[in-house]
């Protein structure tokens, strides 16, 4: 049972576009969503997190947006850049115990110059 | 402040075999966690390690089995192994209960059984 669905599997974006990711959970235990980024090779990378008690948190670039009634969360990469491009997961989990953590299947981002 | 290590980087076995994978966590932190990332897909919880005990484990055979030592290292070993134990495991550290939610990961130990 897959609880956190992330799409698009592949998406090519514009230098300087905006670039969108969309996760959804069943488990509505989960207070804890954070965006990883990872690099051919690399481990996962924390990007931006966000808990279910606000509907957006923005850092830099990128922001997420988070709707709790719909059980829905997004990442939005601003002014994406060629340095952009990697895999990004969506995970979930309590907030005491991100150790534990359920996430989607990636989406791999392409900006091309 | 050195992060989470892990060893080895790459590693190929064959069916039947058994593996051993080492993780140092970040300076700091005290639960170690253990993921399965086959290619193409996110990774996926085996189990999670707190003072020296496996406090949670994810939906994988008993052949995927751990330790954890006083310095809060840890290993995963896997026992009779198949051609789907190909992946890349990865060692997630962080401090429980965590006040921030932040989990370090590794870089990974990329496993290929032949």
């Known amino acids: 049972q897959q609880q956190v669905k992330q799409s698009p599997q592949s998406l090519i974006v514009q230098k300087g576009g905006i670039s969108i990711i969309n996760c959804a959970y069943e488990n509505t235990a989960f207070d804890y969503f954070p965006w990883y980024q990872q690099f051919p090779g690399k481990g996962p990378a924390l990007l931006i997190a966000?808990?279910?008690?606000?509907s957006e948190k923005k850092e830099g670039r990128f922001t997420i947006s988070f709707n709790k009634s719909a059980k829905q969360f997004s990442l939005h990469i601003m002014d994406s850049q060629p340095g952009d491009s990697a895999t990004y997961f969506c995970?979930?989990?309590?907030?005491?115990?991100?150790?534990?953590?359920?996430f989607g299947d990636g989406t791999t981002l392409t900006v091309k110059p | 402040d050195a992060g989470v290590t892990q060893s080895p980087t790459h590693l190929i076995k064959t069916r039947g075999q058994q593996v051993t994978l080492r993780c140092s966590p970040k300076?700091?932190?005290?639960?170690v966690s253990w993921y399965q990332q086959a290619l193409g897909q996110g990774p996926q919880f085996i189990f999670q390690?707190?003072?020296?005990?496996?406090?949670q484990r994810g939906n994988f055979p008993d052949r995927f089995s751990g330790h954890q030592f006083p310095n809060y290292s840890s290993e995963l070993n896997v026992n009779a192994l198949l051609l789907g134990d190909s992946a890349l495991y990865l060692c997630a550290s962080s401090l429980e209960p965590s006040l921030t939610g932040e989990l370090f990961f590794g870089e990974g130990s990329r496993l290929t059984v032949l």
């Open positions: 300076s700091g932190h005290d639960t």
């Open positions: 390690y707190y003072e020296e005990e496996e406090r």
């Open positions: 966000i808990r279910p008690d606000v």
């Open positions: 995970a979930a989990s309590g907030y005491t115990n991100a150790g534990k953590s359920t």
